[in-house]
């Protein structure tokens, strides 16, 4: 095999794919009427394997994501006596929402296990849905009262500018580049960047990056660290995380940058690739929120304190992110005022 070259690249590894494919449909659709397979993998156009729409190559250079400088994890103390569901106090932003009947949640359905759509049941889920749904929770007292609007990585910030959007719960890190332009809670997640590779490819590190095709999702703060930690990587950027993992299988890029957590969600989805190398940078997750909207901020504050305290912190980990193995627990939160 070509090394450096992902295995379902080749022919015999793509009909690999399909018999999977076939297998799987037969299990879960056994005891169904017939079921005619496909002779061979439909081939592609002119044997050109097509990118996903909207890749581009980066030409510009993105801000280091920094979170130091500005002191961005400190977020607005929640209020000393939290609200009981159903009593928002007027006037309150979160009175307004409890009046609309629903909470509106930015979240991506392509970032497995955080925001992701389950193909049985259609459900969005995962551990940022979880969060949103504890939100919802505190307001309604029911943790299903959620309008989802599906945003990629690069509209998160542009969602809440507009007001489309109440909340952004979607691995949004908090950075002080971003907090010039939306609020955030306080963290409840610390991830890490790192790399995914092909198993047989040789690169095990950021060192290994030089000269070669790294994928990163438009809008995020992956971007920048690479461009820093690797300025000879070509980086290539896609609308999705789900893309460049397409992309990686192709071999159309070498490599693929985010956050630890979102790359274990591709890495589940394919027994070629792997997480290499040491974290390059920790990526604070937090609650985005529209900016002026001081008490609702206080208030998700709150609910991620309570959480914390009554250990719902810990089941929403083990019930997504376990396989990353045993926390280290919830982040540590600071207040500002
Ligand atoms: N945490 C990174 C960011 O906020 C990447 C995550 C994502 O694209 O969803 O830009």
């Given at each position: 095999?070509?090394?450096g ?11 690999a794919?399909w ?6 449909v ?9 079921f005619?397979?496909p002779?061979?993998p439909?081939p ?8 996903p729409?909207?890749?581009q ?7 280091v ?13 929640p ?6 569901p159903?009593e928002m106090?007027p006037?309150?932003?979160?009175a307004v929402?409890?009046?609309r ?9 392509g ?13 969005i889920?995962g551990?940022?849905v979880?969060?949103?749904r ?10 299903n ?16 500018r507009d ?20 609020s ?19 690169i ?5 990056l ?14 920048g ?6 300025p000879?990587?070509?980086i290539?950027t896609t ?21 630890d ?7 589940a ?8 190398g ?18 609702m ?19 929403t ?14 982040p540590?939160?600071t207040?500002?005022?």
């Amino acid at each position: 095999m070509n090394p450096g070259r992902h295995p379902l690249t080749s022919r015999r590894h793509g009909a690999a794919r399909w018999i999977v494919l076939l297998g799987a449909v037969v299990v879960l659709c056994s005891g169904c009427v017939t079921f005619t397979a496909p002779e061979s993998p439909p081939p592609s156009a002119a044997g050109v394997t097509p990118t996903p729409p909207g890749v581009q190559t980066a030409t510009t250079t993105e801000p280091v994501p920094n979170s130091q400088s500005c002191n961005a994890t400190a977020s607005l103390r929640p209020p000393e006596q939290m609200p009981e569901p159903n009593e928002m106090p007027p006037n309150s932003t979160m009175a307004v929402i409890a009046a609309r009947g629903r909470l509106v949640v930015g979240t991506d359905i392509g970032s497995n296990p955080f925001s992701f759509r389950d193909p049985l049941s259609g459900d969005i889920q995962g551990f940022d849905v979880d969060i949103a749904r504890q939100i919802s929770a505190a307001i309604f007292g029911d943790p299903n009262r959620i309008e989802y609007r599906v945003l990629s990585s690069a509209d998160r910030t542009e969602a809440l500018r507009d007001g489309s959007v109440d909340v952004v719960v979607k691995t949004m890190s908090i950075t002080c580049d971003r907090l010039r332009e939306v609020s955030f809670s306080a963290p409840y997640y610390i991830a890490s960047q790192r790399i995914l590779a092909p198993k047989n490819s040789g690169i095990t590190d950021v060192d290994g990056l030089a000269d070669k095709r790294v994928c990163a999702a438009r809008g995020t703060t992956s971007i920048g660290r690479m461009q820093a930690d690797q300025p000879r990587a070509k980086i290539i950027t896609t609308t999705t995380w789900a893309d460049c993992l397409v992309m990686l299988q192709q071999g159309q890029v070498d490599a693929v940058t985010t956050d630890d957590a979102i790359l274990a969600g591709l890495a589940a989805q394919d027994p070629w690739v792997e997480v290499v190398g040491p974290g390059l940078g920790a990526e604070y997750y937090g609650v985005g929120m529209p900016q002026g909207h001081d008490d609702m901020v206080r208030f998700v504050n709150g609910v991620l304190a309570e959480n914390k305290a009554n250990g719902q912190w810990y089941a929403t980990y083990n019930r997504w992110l376990s396989n990353l193995g045993p926390s280290y627990g919830p982040p540590q939160a600071t207040y500002r005022d």
